[in-house]
């Protein structure tokens, strides 16, 4: 073992070196699920920012310094409360807002956003064609685009509830298709990973394994 490693000395500092940029510093992320369509679709991996928010002992949960603070409509990975899972989802409500949705609307602070139907298309959903409404929505002058499917039988409405200190609201922008803050509860800011920032290369996986160049370098922000 030991002739092994003289041999292999400066590989193996690479492997070492390699590892803590990837747990601490840049990362990337395959998105595996629907949860964040229409922006991010099952194939794409995401680079993703660690020191965005914090820096922390490589391999843990352990904040060592605050970097920069979370802002609503940031793309997040973060792990999961319920489950210990990496999750990607939108950061959409801060500590200390107060937040609900009504029928799919999200009200924050007493604010309801703004909505405005882009599209109609068609997309697979337990198991079925279902049609899926592609809508702009504006929150605090940040716009993105989220998806429902108004056929899925899903609870459209909760709160007011307001959101802990230290702690977020995420929600998938594929609304009725994700398993977010509305079931795994809000998510600490300790458990933050790191803010997507943009598509690094692109593939259709679900379908004939083509790249999508046109996705190559997207932002996210």
């Known amino acids: 073992m030991k002739a092994f490693i003289r041999a292999n000395k400066g590989f193996l500092a690479f492997l070492l ?4 940029f990837r747990t601490a510093v840049a990362d990337w992320n395959p998105i595996p699920s629907s949860s964040m369509r ?20 490589p391999l843990t949960d352990v904040v060592v310094a605050r970097t920069g603070e979370p802002q609503r409509g940031d793309v ?17 409500a801060l500590p200390g807002d107060q937040v609900e949705m009504r029928n799919e609307r999200l009200v924050i602070n007493g604010v309801e956003s703004q909505y405005s139907l882009q599209e109609v298309t ?4 337990d198991g079925a064609m279902m049609d899926a409404q592609r809508v702009d929505e504006t929150i605090d002058g940040r ?5 429902v499917l108004p056929q899925r039988m899903v609870p459209r409405d909760f ?4 959101v802990p200190p230290e702690a977020y609201l995420m929600l998938g922008d594929n609304r009725d298709m994700s398993r ?18 943009r598509i690094l290369v692109s593939a259709d996986y679900l379908g004939n394994w083509l790249p999508r160049p046109e996705r190559f370098g997207m932002s996210l922000r």
């Open 38 to 57: 229409p922006n991010l679709l099952e194939g794409d991996v995401v680079f993703v920012n660690r020191l965005a928010y914090n820096v922390k002992v």
């Open 122 to 125: 068609k997309e697979l959903a």
């Open 17 to 20: 070196l390699f590892g803590v």
């Open 180 to 197: 977010d803050s509305r079931y795994i509860g809000f998510v600490p800011r300790h458990l933050l990973i790191g803010r997507a920032e």
């Open 76 to 92: 997040v990975t973060f792990t999961s409360p319920e489950d210990g899972t990496r999750l990607i989802k939108r950061v959409l």
């Open 143 to 147: 716009r993105h685009r989220i998806q």
């Open 159 to 162: 709160g007011p509830v307001t």
